[in-house]
């Protein structure tokens, strides 16, 4: 291990094999540090922290800190992370309310600067979160999920794997999988092209949710409507099954496209 002499580490703390702790980093009581791991100057990893190998914490981090809600009394509530993650400058990650859900990251996610993960949120594996985005609580984000910089995304909001999400656009709903969001509040603009071709998403697959896309979002159906046509024209393909099992799920409803002035005028 390479522990600089100003860091402070709790005795109480599990501290893995060919760690690094740089200057005037503070681990706390209880906190678990898996192999390999890598933490810069002034990081703080709070009570109850655990995490696994090969994660890099960049300066000024605080992993574990209080919840920013007024539910919260006290519990000995936990943050866990998973491998591979590299956390850049001064994110901040919240413990959980209470005991009966930690907050959870996976493992090989990329959490830029600046970015907050507060009480209850939970991210999928390879999910890239750019910085200064700012997550509520209870938030959900599933595998391979891109989120632009400066993302406010409201409490309780679900993202579906594969979603891309433009910088600077608010989400207040849940984000459909597989689908490319932008505009404010966001709204699905087309399938997430690129992202599904470099992950080797087949052809029939690239089609096939193209063709949801037209069924979910541009045609005058509504959600029970379109999601029963899907499973009927297109209820073959797994992404299709994922599709309608996320919106069908849904607590606060599905981001969906919203006239334009224009078009409400040539309506109205």
Request: a neutral charge; glycine letters at 8%.
């Amino acid at each position: 291990m390479k522990i600089h002499d100003t860091a402070i580490i709790h005795p109480t703390a599990t501290i893995g094999d060919d760690v690094e702790i740089g200057a005037y980093s503070i681990i706390h009581s209880d906190v678990t540090i898996g192999n390999r791991c890598r933490i810069a100057s002034h990081v703080i990893i709070q009570d109850r922290t655990t995490m696994g190998e090969d994660n890099i914490i960049y300066d000024g981090a605080i992993i574990g800190n209080k919840p920013q809600d007024l539910k919260y009394k006290g519990s000995p509530s936990r943050v866990r992370i998973g491998d591979r993650n590299t956390i850049r400058e001064y994110a901040t990650i919240n413990i959980a309310s209470d005991t009966t859900e930690d907050t959870v990251i996976s493992s090989d996610c990329l959490l830029m600067a600046y970015v907050h993960i507060a009480h209850n949120c939970q991210i999928g594996n390879n999910v890239v979160i750019a910085n200064s985005c700012n997550l509520a609580g209870h938030v959900v984000i599933e595998d391979w999920a891109v989120i632009g910089g400066m993302v406010p995304i409201h409490q309780f909001v679900r993202i579906g794997a594969h979603v891309m999400v433009g910088a600077f656009f608010k989400v207040a709903q849940d984000l459909v999988p597989y689908i490319l969001f932008a505009r404010n509040p966001a709204q699905p603009i087309g399938i997430n092209s690129v992202g599904l071709k470099r992950r080797g998403f087949s052809e029939e697959s690239m089609l096939g949710l193209k063709e949801a896309f037209k069924i979910l979002f541009m045609r005058d159906y509504n959600t029970r409507e379109a999601c029963n046509i899907l499973e009927k024209e297109l209820g073959h393909l797994d992404e299709v099954k994922n599709i309608v099992s996320f919106v069908r799920n849904s607590k606060r409803g599905i981001a969906t496209k919203r006239k334009s002035d224009y078009e409400k005028n040539q309506t109205s």
